[in-house]
């Protein structure tokens, strides 16, 4: 029903190549790579993101915005904001919390390494391990390359003693728990491995669905009545890149 994008890389384009389907809200913020929305067809949902709720030397609370959305916010009309961990996961969940879903149940949130796997079997990054694979280059050897670089650990996992994961992952895993911590929501895990999330509740997936109502499509159609169309002062954007820039210039050129 909801697909969450954040990421400016383009290689997330890779995971939308393909899809004929525009039946569902794409969520976004203003890092997103931009053929994404040149590609999607269907309703989109802007929002800015924040790093989280911060309070300064007198405690006044304050929201801490990316660079550059401090940036930009002035040209662009009020698209309301999401909390963010770093992930999509993260991003969805506040989302969930912002439309008092509850339950809110997490499912394929590994936060871990399970099976010598960076990503799911269907992910374009698995399926370029398997393309690029032969006998020479094993999908544990793909698998061990992709961890060059990383710091990665033991951690307490859900039906085994403990799950490799790194520091990235752990990010997300304290930021999820600490999130289900405050929530007034019950937040559920029915990931079927990976990491222990705490404060929030680990049942299986099939026992989930025995148990909980199917939810009609149109009850996102309350999404549609909000959805506002975004306006962007492209006149004063230009206006001022062209004169921080000619500053800029002028700074390098003193230099």
Avoid at 1 to 26: H, K, R
Avoid at 150 to 179: M, Q, R
Avoid at 239 to 254: H, M, N, P, S, T
Wanted: hydrophobic fraction near 40%.
């Amino acid at each position: 029903d909801i697909v969450v994008t954040l990421d400016a890389q383009a290689v997330n384009f890779n995971d939308f190549q393909g899809i004929e389907n525009y039946d569902f809200f794409l969520a976004y913020d203003l890092t997103v790579y931009p053929e994404i929305l040149k590609w999607y067809k269907g309703n989109k949902l802007i929002s800015f993101i924040i790093g989280r709720h911060c309070k300064n030397s007198e405690g006044v609370e304050y929201l801490k915005y990316a660079p550059m959305i401090h940036y930009i916010r002035d040209f662009i009309s009020e698209t309301g904001y999401l909390q963010t961990g770093g992930s999509v996961s993260t991003i969805a969940l506040d989302l969930a919390r912002n439309m008092n879903c509850n339950p809110i149940i997490f499912t394929g949130q590994d936060l871990s390494y399970n099976y010598l796997k960076t990503h799911n079997s269907d992910a374009f990054d698995t399926i370029e391990f398997y393309r690029r694979s032969d006998k020479f280059n094993t999908l544990e050897t793909a698998f061990f390359t992709a961890l060059v670089g990383k710091t990665v650990f033991y951690t307490p996992g859900n039906y085994t003693d403990s799950v490799l994961t790194d520091t990235t992952l752990k990010h997300y895993l304290n930021w999820i728990g600490e999130s289900a911590r405050i929530m007034p929501q019950r937040v559920i895990n029915a990931t079927a491995g990976g990491a222990v999330i705490p404060n929030t509740e680990l049942i299986t997936l099939d026992k989930l669905a025995k148990i909980l109502p199917i939810i009609p499509k149109s009850k996102f159609d309350y999404l549609l009545s909000q959805k506002s169309t975004n306006r962007i002062d492209r006149a004063k954007m230009r206006a001022r890149i062209a004169g921080d820039l000619k500053l800029l210039k002028r700074f390098l050129d003193e230099t």
